[in-house]
Nanobody, 122 residues
Framework: QVQLVESGGGLVQAGGSLRLSCAAS????????MGWFRQAPGKEREVVAA????????RYADSVKGLFTIARDNTKNTVYLHMNPLQAVDTSVYYC???????????????WGQGTQVTVSS
């Protein structure tokens, strides 16, 4: 099992940027594909971005393509989400997730962090 802890959320003005981090512990980080999800009040959770074990494959929701970047550093057991520029619609709780597979070959993610709030003021 892997434990995930997100950080880096906060309040930012529209047009600004944030970098979210997710630190993993417990098992070999490179065994897992990783993802970022978000959930706004009253809405379903949605995938934002995902990355395979070595960063060679990434995927993005259409709404964030060209705006957000997912990256990972296996030497630091950390996955990042760079968000720039941010808009009010990006206001959500952002969750880090790990998949029990190093590849992005399916939709399931098996381990979740507690989430970090991102609030974008317009």
């Amino acid at each position: 099992q892997v434990q995930l802890v997100e950080s880096g959320g906060g309040l930012v003005q529209a047009g600004g940027s944030l970098r979210l981090s997710c630190a993993a512990s417990g098992r070999t980080f490179s065994n897992y594909a990783m993802g970022w999800f978000r959930q706004a009040p009253g809405k379903e959770r949605e995938v934002v971005a995902a990355i395979n074990w070595n960063g060679g494959t990434t995927r993005y929701a259409d709404s964030v393509k060209g705006l957000f970047t997912i990256a990972r550093d296996n030497t630091k057991n950390t996955v990042y989400l760079h968000m720039n520029p941010l808009q009010a619609v990006d206001t959500s709780v952002y969750y880090c997730a790990a998949r029990e597979n190093p590849w992005l070959s399916g939709p399931e993610f098996h381990y979740w962090g507690q989430g970090t709030q991102v609030t974008v003021s317009s």
